[in-house]
């Protein structure tokens, strides 16, 4: 049987870039999808459409997903992993800054997730995989839009799961701590000032991380993990 369309948002790097490699280890074609998204030299010879779009971009996130599904089909899992965390005090963050925050981490993960939802209800069969965080339930002072960004991910992806479960489509809520990613990048900080804002704590692999989100989706249909936390174990965050 041909493998259905997984479509990954923020895949051009850490997570969301291992998640890409093991759906495609797995047989599916992709739809990879961030704001500069350059072929990954991995995925040679995997079915791979790179699309270059903003999540905050409704039409072309929109036009993106319906030319991948001409190609391949339509979309039998969705992966929201775009996402930045603006990590400095609240006094500092200006009006712009925190709602282009809530934006990205919150209405992105909605707006992708509203452009597949109708086909996979109609069709019984689809899975949404929200990568949130642990801030989806952890407060923090230093990452507030971030944090309320989060919860609402959380919120959202709870909601749409009682809603769809009665249509056989599954709504799974990640939430990990510490992945080591590029997320520093988009605070302007090096990985090792990122490390000791947060008092240096271990860190797991995106790769780790990619083989639980994989993990989830290989469950059958019939079984959906609901919401999962997960942080490497010397972490008390
Ligand atoms: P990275 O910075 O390594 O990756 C972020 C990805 O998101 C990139 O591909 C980036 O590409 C894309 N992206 C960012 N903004 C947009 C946008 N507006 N539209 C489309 N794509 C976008 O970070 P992570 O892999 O760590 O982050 C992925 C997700 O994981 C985020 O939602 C984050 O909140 C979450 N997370 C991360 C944790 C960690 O410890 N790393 C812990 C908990 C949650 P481009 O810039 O080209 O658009």
Same mark, same amino acid.
């Given at each position: ?107 992105? =993960? @909605?707006? #992708?997730? /509203? ?6 209800? !109609? ?8 990568? *949130? ?79 639980? =989100? @994989?993990? #989830?989706? /290989? ?6 993990? !609901? ?8 972490? *008390?965050?």
């Amino acid at each position: 049987m041909k493998e259905k369309l997984v479509a990954v948002t923020g895949a051009s790097s850490g997570i969301g870039r291992a998640v890409a490699k093991a759906f495609a280890r797995e047989g599916n074609p992709l739809l990879l999808i961030a704001r500069h998204m350059p072929s990954i030299p991995d995925l040679a010879g995997a079915e791979v459409t790179y699309a270059e779009a903003d999540v905050t971009d409704y039409e072309a996130i929109e036009h993106a997903v319906r030319a991948a599904e001409t190609r391949w089909g339509e979309t039998e899992c969705l992966v929201n992993s775009a996402g930045f965390a603006d990590a400095r005090d609240f006094h500092a963050v200006s009006h712009a800054d925190f709602s282009r925050e809530i934006d990205v981490d919150l209405k992105g =993960v @909605l707006n #992708c997730t /509203k452009i597949v939802i109708d086909a996979m209800s !109609r069709r019984k069969s689809g899975t949404i995989i929200n990568i *949130s965080s642990i801030s989806d339930r952890k407060t923090a002072p230093a990452a507030v839009a971030y944090t309320a960004s989060k919860f609402a991910v959380r919120g959202a992806s709870e909601s749409l799961r009682e809603a769809e479960g009665k249509n056989n489509v599954r709504v799974i809520n990640i939430a990990p701590g510490y992945v080591k990613t590029n997320i520093h990048a988009s605070m302007g900080i090096s990985f090792e000032q990122y490390c000791a804002l947060l008092g240096n704590p271990d860190f797991m692999s995106a790769e780790m991380l990619a083989d639980i =989100v @994989l993990f #989830c989706w /290989k469950l059958p249909q019939s079984v959906c993990i !609901r919401d999962l936390v997960v942080a490497p174990t010397r972490t *008390s965050f």
